[in-house]
Every structure is written in structure tokens, then in C-alpha cells.
């Protein structure tokens, strides 16, 4: 009988010795572009210990591909991951033919991707009956590489089925034996929480739970050494600018990694690097694919009126211009023009992702991320927090310095 996960706590203890650095990812989610890019950054070598708090897979169309990667690069690199919530269901879901299809149709009907598609591409195998798209999941294709109906021969959900568990043993065997603990001695890195740091004898129910655990960063937990998360993307937590950056709270000792790679419309990899294993002098670094810019001119910067979250994303459509629309929340019935790529129908509704009207403090000179180009300014992020720059950039910094 096929094995797929049956969320018994699996913990794996790390040796990591002194004197090499240590690098903690999380939230991947098949953005295998932003992996070396980020990598790349961070001039990564054999010398470095690479940890990762799972969510390996799916959302960023290059799922197969990564989860390849990562299995080659443990061959001849210190590299240990955790599984997330969506790893362990790329599994869960190979238990039925139904299941499997089900979550083949709302994988593809909110992200216009799967490692479930991308895996029968590789054989040249379509699957006859593929379900409706959605209007974010046009969005999430374009952010992505774009969508396309490939071509092969159709086959039905119990052949896809049949084959991906024939062709596809190493890689599904490689996400089942993975661990859901890394215990590195002086800190500890699982997915989404962890409900106590003496762990041993957690029960499978605690085990699931831990990997899909909301909001952990807001629990009132505090621990003697530092807990390393993701899943929970950080711009959702309440602070007062809308930022992309790691978390780092030295009081509960827990850390929130995840930037929202591939999920969030300005989403980016974050690394919290520690120079050894017995520092808490922890360094940030960050990937994101936007253009580069430099500013020309100084900005004294202005809070925002709000900060949109996921928690409260419901909006009505007011009125619509050719670059974005002027939406009243839900939740508080405020007013405000969103860009057209943070809006996407949801549920019946129109919804808004993770998005501040605010604007940053800038200072000529600065490097910025150019998220989008409007007839009202530059949406632009700097060391991870997203805000409007108003004024003029120089879009060719990379050609500027190669002069």
C-alpha cells in the first residue's frame, strides 16, 4: 500500500559545528528563481549550514524543479528542511483518486499551478478534466511565467494518479521521510509552531497542528531558545508599516520568516544568517526579482491611512481607472484606490492582498525595489517595507555600475 504522511513527530538533531555560518529559509513554495537568487546573495558554500522551515512546494510553478534541487544539493551540501502544511499535502492528497483530483482542480482554480501538472507535463500527459480558472489565478500564471493549456495526450484522473505514484517514488519518498523538528541544540526550526519546547511525545493531532498553526508569532509562548518559523507571511502581523522582513522577537525567542515569496504580490525570500551556531547577532537578507533602482531625490515620507491585511481583505468595487480601483473595505467601510494587481475575485467577492497607502522616507541615493510604475508615483520597497515614492529614480543602476 502507497505511504503518504501520517504526521508522527519526526525530529532530527543537527551537530553543527563552530565556526560555520548558518543560513535559515522558510516559504519557498516552488519559487526556484528566488532560491539562487537568494543563495547566489548570499555567496553560499559547502562551509554553510542551510536550514529550511518548510513549504517547500507549489504556488510558484517551478515545484518539481525545486524540490529536484534541494535533493541535489543535500548530496554535497549541509542542507536540512522541514515539511509545511503544503508539502505535507501534496502527499495527503495521493491517498484517493478523489482527493488527488480535488486538489488538482483547486490547486490549478486559485494558482494556475501544480506539482501534480508540472509532474505530468514531464511525461507528456494532460489531464482531461482540469475544472474552471480563477481571475487570481491568471494573475498568480502571469507573476509566474504565465499559464498555458500545454499539450499531450489526455488521460483521465486515475491514470494521472497511477502515474505520478509510478514515476514520482523518489521524489514523494523524499517529502514523507522529511523530518517536521530540526533541533540544532541552540535553536530549533519547524514549520508554522510549536506548542511547547520539550516536545518529545507530541501526538499526531499536536504534530498537524503545529504545521498549520496561525498567527504563532502573536501567541503569548515564550521559550529558552530561539524557535524558527514560517507559513504565517509577516506582513500580516499588525505593525505599522506594511513590511516584508523577518520578525524577530528576542523576548519570546521566536522568529517569523516568512516574506511571502510567491504568494504576495511584492513577496520576497528572507534569510535571518547567524555567523555561528552560538550567536544571536542575527544578520537579515533578502531576495526579490523587481527591478533596481536609485533615487534621485530625498523623500521625508508619510504614514499611511491604513494598512490592508489578509485578515481583512474583503472589498466592494467603487469605481475602476486603467491602472487600479477605488475599493471600501469590509471590515471598516474606508475608502482608497488599490493598483489593479493587489485586487483578484475571491469566493463571489473581490478581495485585496497585503498592501499600504503609505509613503516612504526616502534619501537620494537609496537602492529600491521598483514593485510597480503608476501615473501617481513608484510603489517601491526598501529593506523590505513597501511604500510610494514620489519623484525620480534612475532605473539603470546595474548597467550604471558595470560602467
Known amino acids: 500500500m502507497r505511504k ?84 505535507a499535502r501534496v502527499l495527503e492528497n ?35 478534466e482540469q475544472g474552471e480558472r480563477s481571475l487570481q489565478a491568471v494573475e498568480m500564471g502571469r507573476r509566474n511565467g504565465g499559464w ?12 494521472a494518479f497511477a502515474l505520478i505514484w509510478e514515476k514520482y517514488d523518489r521524489e514523494l519518498a523524499f ?14 526550526v519547524t514549520h508554522a509552531g510549536l506548542p511547547t519546547e520539550e516536545y518529545t511525545g507530541l501526538s499526531a493531532l499536536e504534530v498537524e497542528r503545529m504545521i498549520n498553526w496561525k498567527g504563532f508569532q502573536d501567541e503569548e509562548m515564550y521559550f529558552s531558545r530561539y524557535v524558527f518559523v514560517g507559513h504565517w507571511p509577516v506582513t500580516i502581523y499588525e505593525r505599522d508599516r506594511m513590511d516584508s522582513s523577518p520578525i524577530i522577537n528576542r523576548e519570546k525567542k521566536i522568529v517569523s520568516l516568512d516574506g511571502g515569496c510567491a504568494v504576495k504580490r511584492d513577496g520576497q525570500l528572507n534569510a535571518v544568517v547567524l555567523s555561528d551556531i552560538d550567536t544571536e547577532d542575527f544578520q537579515i537578507v533578502s531576495y526579490d526579482d523587481f527591478p533596481k533602482a536609485r533615487v ?30 477605488i475599493v471600501r ?3 471598516n467601510g474606508e475608502k482608497c484606490w488599490i493598483p489593479a494587481a493587489y485586487l483578484w475575485e475571491e469566493d ?20 529600491v525595489s521598483v514593485v510597480g510604475s503608476y501615473h501617481r508615483g513608484y510603489l517601491v520597497k526598501k529593506d523590505g517595507v513597501l511604500g510610494w515614492y514620489h519623484g525620480a529614480l534612475d532605473m539603470h543602476k546595474e548597467k550604471n555600475e558595470k560602467q
Open 4 to 87: 503518504t504522511i501520517d504526521y508522527s513527530l519526526n525530529v532530527q538533531k543537527l551537530t553543527i559545528p563552530k565556526g560555520h555560518r548558518i543560513i535559515i529559509i522558510s516559504d519557498i513554495h516552488g519559487k526556484l528563481s528566488y532560491l539562487k537568487g537568494l543563495l547566489n546573495k548570499l555567496s553560499y558554500s559547502k562551509e554553510d549550514y542551510l536550514l529550511i522551515a518548510g513549504d517547500l512546494l507549489e504556488k510558484g510553478g517551478e515545484s518539481l524543479a525545486t524540490l529536484r534541487y534541494l535533493m541535489e544539493l543535500k548530496k554535497t551540501h549541509h542542507v536540512d528542511m522541514v515539511y509545511g502544511n503544503v508539502d
Open 94 to 128: 495521493l491517498g484517493s483518486v478523489d482527493r488527488f483530483y480535488k486538489r488538482y482542480c483547486q490547486r490549478m482554480k486559485y494558482w494556475g499551478n501544480s506539482i501534480y501538472e508540472e509532474m505530468l507535463k514531464e511525461q507528456g500527459r494532460l489531464l482531461k
Open 148 to 159: 498555458k493549456k500545454g499539450s499531450g495526450v489526455e488521460i483521465s484522473a486515475e491514470e
Open 175 to 188: 517529502i514523507q521521510n522529511l523530518p517536521v523538528i530540526l533541533d540544532a541544540g541552540a535553536f530549533l
Open 296 to 325: 534621485l531625490e530625498t523623500k521625508k515620507g508619510k504614514k499611511g491611512n491604513f494598512c490592508s491585511r489578509w485578515k481583512h481583505r474583503f472589498v466592494e468595487l467603487l469605481e475602476t481607472d486603467e491602472e487600479g480601483s
Open 329 to 331: 473595505f469590509l471590515h
Open 348 to 367: 463571489g467577492g473581490l478581495s485585496c492582498s497585503d498592501y499600504t497607502d503609505g509613503e516612504l522616507a526616502l534619501c537620494a541615493g537609496d537602492e
